[in-house]
Nanobody
Framework: QVHLMESGGDLVRPGGSLRLSCAAT????????FGWYRQAPGKLREFVAL???????NYATSVMGRFTMSSDRAKGTTQLEMNNLKPDDTAIYYC?????????WGKGTQVTVSS
């Protein structure tokens, strides 16, 4: 079992930056990969970034060049550095962990980009 806790969400102006963090507790040895997803009001949850077990990081096209994901699997932590934020980035951001045979989700942290 893995429990996830996100933090760092806030209200920020367009063009601003935020750093989201996620800490995993529990059976850290079962973690295969980390991911970030987001869900805007009235929309489906969508992929943002994913760190694979070999260290490769994939990004959604909409955030490429603006967001940077980093992870430390041994420590059970992952961060999402978000720069040049846009109003379309407004969403609840969720941390996700892939483990053998299952996935775990955090409860999310709210990011609002508005002037």
């Amino acid at each position: 079992q893995v429990h996830l806790m996100e933090s760092g969400g806030d209200l920020v102006r367009p063009g601003g930056s935020l750093r989201l963090s996620c800490a995993a507790t529990g059976d850290l040895s079962s973690i295969l990969n980390f991911g970030w997803y987001r869900q805007a009001p009235g929309k489906l949850r969508e992929f943002v970034a994913l760190t694979l077990s070999d260290g490769q990081i994939n990004y959604a096209t909409s955030v490429m060049g603006r967001f940077t994901m980093s992870s430390d699997r041994a420590k059970g932590t992952t961060q999402l550095e978000m720069n040049n934020l846009k109003p379309d980035d407004t969403a609840i951001y969720y941390c996700n962990v892939g483990a053998i045979g299952t996935f775990y989700w955090g409860k999310g942290t709210q990011v609002t980009v508005s002037s």
